[in-house]
């Protein structure tokens, strides 16, 4: 047993890069299934549309994805509409772009990562480009072969067009090596930006590394026990209303923290170098210590929701 | 069980140099994948940068990939430069430091690098590729024999036979290519040991106690883990409580942003004071100064 906790506690340690691995290898899954079960090059004048529809709207979805399962977009748009003011605070209207910006980053992975796969594969870039009536590419593509080249490059990735093999093979595997290139450009391009701007975050970062580092466990320790307090309150409070309706009796108190506490509580946090917080709940609590306002809820007027204690 | 035990143990151990050949190993597993299903040489004009492609730039992703997952650079940059400085920031006392950090960080960064150019070179058909469209191999190869010599050397990678033809008298491309790779290869080792030998002579430290170094290194590390998640454990305890009115605030005491950024900075062994890590130092300091203090306060 002493082993197995020490393999999972390796692997636990490196669940970002297993993480990040996992994902890199369903891409790669996804994309062959796509590109042999659903992927029918059309080689038709259609082909251009169909294989930039089948690169980017995967990418699109992902994209989209990204941003559904992210909680920070949540933190963010929540209770937008009755609080405006809660997105463009005053006098730092720049903070929802900044905080927009890195859940966008973070939404980006997963279709950068579709688009280097299907570029590397070369299947979907073929069949667009094959497709492509621009004069100056078609010239460029076709420069020493035959006439025909310009006429029937669309039938060239169904392997039906009345070329020689040796001349239609070539123009694939030209297609197929610019894909390639162009693949490996997006992956290096994505890995420098990232470098780039994970270093600039980094410098300009308020606190130290193993402060940084603390912050993380702290946040995460922080949900867990978030998680394990609303179980217990759900249950206590469902249980209790459950056995005042069926048992028709007095519901007891049981104090619960106000609305504005929760609204406070769901700021987005940012690091201070000043003050020794580590989440908006660890601020409330210190700068609070008086009590979070309380609400005796049973003395709430159940008819138009008013406090009436 | 025993015996398992006992191999975990050695892979503890000897995790760094295991941590080096798994590295080792996926970018040459990879590597063969790469060549075998991913790579088809066109057989064009193109053939150099394809080849070119396929050579270099896996090999700078992982470069960059190497700085990413190295921590010593992050612990030296994270808040070296935060805005409330402007930028002004950096004296020149702490250049020496930083580039001797970033040399070292550049060399591990190195690794996988090397080693996909090495296994790309020894399997030889990138550099095949790429040779075959280049113009220096063109002029080599194909001198006093005419364009048709030019016209069938960019096909050499997709037809074997062209290559017996070709290159009769010189080495073929494949047999360069694996030269260069164990070239490489040889040359490397041969860095890797000089640079090792001029860092030992250089040491403040015995050999004895560079082992005791590393060992107190790792333990710490592993115990800050520890410390850290029951720290945040307990932190995150008493304020979710509070907020949700079970219990009243607890006085909790936690390091404050002074105490983090003291034993933040990477520690430079030095013989005369023997501590073996930042928060040694910081410890056996800031409890000399508040023992001083306590002395001054009687």
């Given at each position: 047993m002493d082993g197995f906790q020490t393999l999972l506690k390796f692997f636990m340690n490196q669940k970002t890069a297993i993480g990040y691995s996992f994902m890199a290898l369903l891409t790669m899954g996804g994309e062959r299934v796509f590109s042999l079960v659903a992927f029918r090059c059309p080689?038709?004048?259609?082909n251009f549309r169909y294989g930039l529809v089948f690169l980017f709207s995967p990418a699109l979805v992902l994209l989209i994805i990204g941003y559904f399962v992210n909680s920070k977009t949540w933190k963010l748009f929540t209770g937008c509409w009755a609080n405006p003011r809660k997105i463009f605070p005053r006098g730092n209207t720049c903070h929802f772009f900044y905080i927009f910006g890195q859940i966008t980053l973070n939404a980006l992975v997963a279709p950068v990562m579709w688009l280097s796969v299907a570029l590397l594969n070369g299947t979907f870039y073929e069949c667009a480009m094959s497709g492509l009536k621009n004069p100056t590419y078609l010239n460029a593509v076709?420069?020493?072969?035959?006439?025909k080249c310009f006429e029937e490059l669309h039938k060239v990735a169904c392997d039906k067009?009345?070329?020689p093999f040796t001349e239609s093979d070539e123009l694939k595997r030209t297609l197929q090596a610019q894909s390639q290139i162009l693949g490996w450009c997006v992956i290096v391009t994505t890995a420098l930006l990232s470098l780039l701007t994970t270093c600039c975050a980094s410098c300009q970062s308020k606190v130290s590394h193993l402060q940084l580092m603390f912050l993380r466990v702290y946040t995460e320790k922080e949900k867990e026990k978030m998680e394990q307090i609303f179980q217990l309150y759900a249950t206590k409070l469902s249980e209790r209303n459950l056995k005042c309706f069926f048992e028709n009796k007095e519901p007891e108190a049981i104090p619960l923290p106000a609305f504005q506490a929760w609204e406070d509580a769901s700021q987005l946090y940012s690091v201070s170098s000043s003050k020794q917080y580590y989440s908006t709940i660890h601020k409330l609590v210190e700068e609070a210590p008086k009590g979070i306002n309380e609400e005796t809820e049973t003395m709430m007027d159940f008819v138009d929701r008013r406090e009436t204690s | 069980m025993d015996e398992l035990r006992r191999a975990l143990d050695f892979c503890v151990c000897h995790q760094t140099i295991l941590g080096y050949s798994t590295v080792s190993l996926l970018t040459a597993a990879s590597e063969q994948i790469f060549s075998s299903v991913v790579f088809k040489c066109p057989?064009?004009?193109g053939n150099m940068l394809y080849g070119s492609t396929f050579l270099l730039m896996p090999a700078f992703i992982l470069f960059l990939l190497g700085y990413m997952v190295n921590t010593r650079i992050w612990r030296l940059l994270?808040?070296?430069?935060?805005?409330e400085n402007h930028c002004?920031?950096?004296?020149?006392?702490t250049c020496t430091q930083y580039c001797l950090v970033l040399a070292v960080v550049t060399a591990r960064a190195l690794v996988a690098p090397l080693t996909w150019i090495a296994v790309a070179l020894l399997s030889a058909s990138f550099y095949e590729c790429a040779a075959s469209g280049s113009s220096l191999m063109e002029d080599f190869v194909c001198k006093g024999k005419g364009q048709e010599c030019r016209k069938l050397l960019v096909k050499i990678p997709c037809d074997e036979k062209l290559s017996k033809d070709i290159t009769a008298e010189h080495l073929s491309l494949q047999a360069q290519s694996q030269l260069i790779g164990w070239l490489l290869i040889a040359s490397i080792m041969t860095v890797a040991l000089i640079a090792k030998c001029i860092s030992r002579c250089d040491s403040p430290a015995r050999y004895r106690q560079l082992k005791l170094l590393k060992t107190y290194s790792e333990k710490e590390q592993e115990l800050f883990e520890i410390k850290a998640k029951e720290h945040a454990t307990r932190l995150a305890e008493i304020n979710t409580n509070y907020f949700f009115g079970v219990t009243d605030p607890v006085p909790f005491q936690t390091p404050s942003n002074e105490d983090w950024q003291n034993i933040n900075s990477l520690y430079t062994f030095n013989s005369?004071?023997?501590?073996?890590s930042m928060l040694h130092e910081y410890v056996n300091t800031k409890r000399g100064k508040s023992n001083e203090s306590g002395q001054g306060g009687q």
């Open positions: 080689c038709s004048n259609e076709c420069h020493s072969k035959s006439e067009s009345s070329m | 057989c064009n004009s994270t808040g070296s430069c935060p805005p002004s920031c950096s004296p020149w006392g005369k004071d023997q501590y073996y």
